[in-house]
């Protein structure tokens, strides 16, 4: 088929327009530029996850009827956008010759003092619905309204209903040192780069270290790092960051004990418990080969209850108190699942699992929070020394000059099995997870296991999911990256049963998730940068350009046809790197570990000398585009071994030269590691995210020595220069 769009039979079909009609794509273009229609099963599972019945032609039109009817039978939407500074309409539907009033109170619960106007009505859409004759109208919302999160009330006929008004800015706009000059700043896997005072895995304290030194040692000023979302509650915990339980809160495995004020001020039974504890998990901080979470896990955990029970002063228990109740129900949410997860086990998909048989309203919960309350308040006591100190990191690289600090990362969404899926099933869709169609690199598709979040739900409840993701991220950090930026536009959802060849798009209104984006940015002078890499939907580069947010270029995938550009033609607006965590270091791709790893693995879907020979045809044309542009001196390549510092810093040189805003060099091609942190399609095949920093001999660097390398600093200088 070469005709991209769908025939007027298709969609005259009830259910495709039943999918139109709560914004499920019924075709797509593939990386080929290949066109697929969505199979009806597909479609009619997708819409069952969203909880709309097409289960056979009666139940389609009855459903499209029910939706037009919930639609035009409201008085507004349960959502609605306005861009600060400018005035917007509103549509408000009215029976005919109607006049709607609103009024607006504003996200401080003050009445907002401005005219809010109401605009005419229009005849010709008028809809017959029960009865009477609806048909729209406006209500103006004034230019000069404030950034936030307001409530619009509109009242018609004595009637009136309240809508959640986001006043987002038009765009994101860049910290002033961004405006006139590029900053650069490290990459760094925060788990695998150990002190002698981590518990064998990288923490809080020495992402403070790292932040720190980073800026006085070599002037970065960033640092962009794995995400850190809430995890398990008790081993084994999941590697994967990028698998979390709650993107709500922070992981409290990284809490350093010994940077919590309770322990300082301990009696000295109570230190030496915990020193002991320490002392048991120190030689791991020197393994080379792997990170063991689960050892530390059980240590640190161990240490952390003794510094729990020895108490806090009034002082620290009231700002306890306040953070509860700053986090409300949230908290109590994942505090109440890690303590079924502690006494009861993993949950699962099996049906006698207590997440399957157990709702948060169950008596047999409730009963569990009143039998183990010091174990309740001991997670939500993990979740306050956690953000504490992951605060206290940020508020060290400001201090100590960093223009951006911590640059968190957000993942797609969150286990399956998650206390937020758990607590709140109706924000998330049932019978479907997120992955993504067959491409280049993944001929079957792929499928993320998580949940995505019902569009649906977020229109309904103000989108309050998702800002409360954003504001927490932003709490910590001074800038957000977004894994999977396409997914604010649209997901790729998989039916239950289903492969990840058998989907279909449902998409999400981008410009209320992009506001809340810029309203959350703006309050702290953030910035926003959206992984974009692959095939992205021009209107979807179009759109992040206008609201100001930054994508990503990575050197090894900006080509076209096997030939590289040269960085100068790159676009200002993104965060530039040379690879990223799902390639092997510079020093290893330049050696073919990722084939290597592939072949070994039976990951190839072709031979494995094919696979190499693509491999050595990428190699060369990017050292012939370094060569011809005059990154890098061709004489280097008679022994590319015995020269690799020279070649992996020519591949930073030419990013430098790049017009990017922002640059970002990898803490792994600063030492000559080479294994790679995370190899795609595989779980535990492969060690993924539990490698430990280590140099171009596989010894491991440590947090002590990591800004004296030399290595380390020849690269910095040309980021510097």
């Not at 797609?412 to 479907?432: D, I, K, L, T, Y």
Request: hydrophobic share 40%; glycine share 8%.
């Amino acid at each position: 088929m070469t005709d991209h769009t769908e025939s007027e039979e298709r969609l005259a079909r009830p259910l495709i327009r039943l999918a139109k009609l709560v914004g499920i794509g019924t075709s797509y273009v593939g990386q080929s530029n290949d066109y697929h229609e969505i199979d009806d099963d597909v479609l009619v599972s997708v819409l069952a996850a969203l909880g709309v019945d097409a289960s056979d032609d009666d139940a389609v039109e009855a459903s499209i009827r029910q939706i037009q009817h919930e639609r035009r039978s409201r008085l507004v939407a349960p959502t609605v956008l306005h861009i600060a500074g400018r005035e917007d309409r509103i549509s408000v539907n009215t029976p005919i010759l109607t006049v709607p009033t609103a009024t607006i109170t504003l996200e401080n619960g003050e009445p907002y003092s401005g005219a809010v106007l109401a605009d005419g009505d229009g005849t010709a859409q008028a809809h017959l619905v029960d009865g009477v004759f609806i048909a729209p109208a406006s209500i103006v919302i004034p230019a000069d309204l404030p950034v936030g999160y307001h409530t619009l009330h509109v009242t018609v006929d004595g009637r009136t209903e309240d809508a959640t008004l986001i006043s987002a800015p038009e765009r994101v706009e860049l910290p002033e040192a961004m405006k006139s000059r590029q900053l650069w700043g490290w990459m760094a896997q925060l788990y695998s780069i150990r002190s002698a005072g981590s518990w064998g895995v990288g923490d809080f304290e020495d992402l403070k270290t790292l932040l720190v030194q980073a800026k006085e040692r070599t002037g970065a000023d960033f640092m962009l790092i794995n995400p850190m979302h809430a995890a398990e509650p008790v081993s084994p915990l999941t590697p994967s960051p990028y698998l979390p339980v709650s993107r709500r809160f922070v992981n409290f495995t990284y809490i350093r004990p010994e940077s919590i004020e309770e322990y300082r001020t301990a009696d000295d039974a109570v230190r030496m418990q915990v020193d002991d504890l320490h002392a048991q998990v120190a030689p791991l901080n020197d393994d080379a080969q792997r990170i063991d979470r689960d050892a530390m896990w059980r240590a640190k955990m161990h240490a952390l209850w003794i510094i729990f029970k020895a108490g806090r002063g009034q002082e620290r228990q009231d700002r306890f108190d306040a953070f509860k109740r700053e986090c409300g129900e949230d908290l109590e949410s994942y505090a109440t699942w890690c303590l079924c997860y502690d006494k009861w086990g993993a949950p699962s998909d099996l049906p006698e699992s207590w997440i399957r048989t157990l709702t948060k309203d169950s008596a047999e919960i409730a009963d569990l929070r009143r039998q183990y309350p010091d174990t309740l308040d001991f997670y939500r006591w993990m979740e306050w020394i956690a953000t504490e100190q992951f605060r206290d990191a940020q508020e060290a690289a400001r201090e100590a000059g960093m223009q951006i600090g911590v640059m968190a990362d957000m993942a797609v969404g969150v286990h399956p099995c998650s206390s937020e899926v758990w607590w709140n099933p109706e924000r998330f869709a049932r019978g479907a997870t997120v992955g993504a169609p067959p491409d280049y690199f993944n001929q079957q598709g792929q499928n993320w296991s998580q949940p995505p979040l019902s569009p649906i739900d977020l229109e309904r409840n103000g989108y309050r999911t998702y800002r409360d993701i954003v504001h927490g991220m932003f709490a910590q950090a001074g800038a957000v990256r977004i894994d999977h930026i396409l997914g604010l536009f649209r997901l790729w959802w998989i039916p239950e049963g289903k492969s990840a060849t058998e989907g279909a798009y449902v998409y999400y209104d981008s410009n209320i998730m992009l506001g809340i984006l810029a309203i959350e940015a703006s309050r702290v002078g953030g910035v926003v940068v959206g992984e974009d890499l692959g095939v992205v939907p021009s209107y979807v580069a179009d759109s992040l350009g206008e609201h100001g947010l930054l994508g990503c270029a990575v050197e090894w995938f900006e080509q076209t046809d096997g030939v590289f550009h040269e960085p100068k033609t790159w676009r200002p607006y993104a965060l530039a790197s040379v690879n990223t965590h799902d390639l092997p270091p510079c020093a290893g791709y330049l050696q073919y570990e990722h084939v290597r790893i592939r072949e070994r693995l039976g990951l190839l879907t072709c031979s494995p000398e094919e696979f190499m020979e693509s491999a050595v045809r990428e190699h060369n044309a990017m050292l012939g585009m370094l060569i011809d542009n005059g990154y890098l001196d061709p004489t280097l390549l008679r022994d590319e071994q015995g020269n690799e510092q020279q070649i992996v810093e020519s591949l930073y040189r030419a990013m430098k030269a790049s017009p990017c805003r922002l640059l970002a060099a990898s803490l792994t091609d600063a030492v000559g590691e080479h294994r790679t942190q995370n190899q795609p399609g595989t779980n535990n095949e492969y060690p993924n995210w539990r490698i430990p920093l280590g140099d171009a001999q596989g010894r491991t660097v440590p947090l002590e020595t990591l800004f004296d390398n030399p290595r380390l600093q020849s690269l910095a200088a040309i980021m510097q220069d």
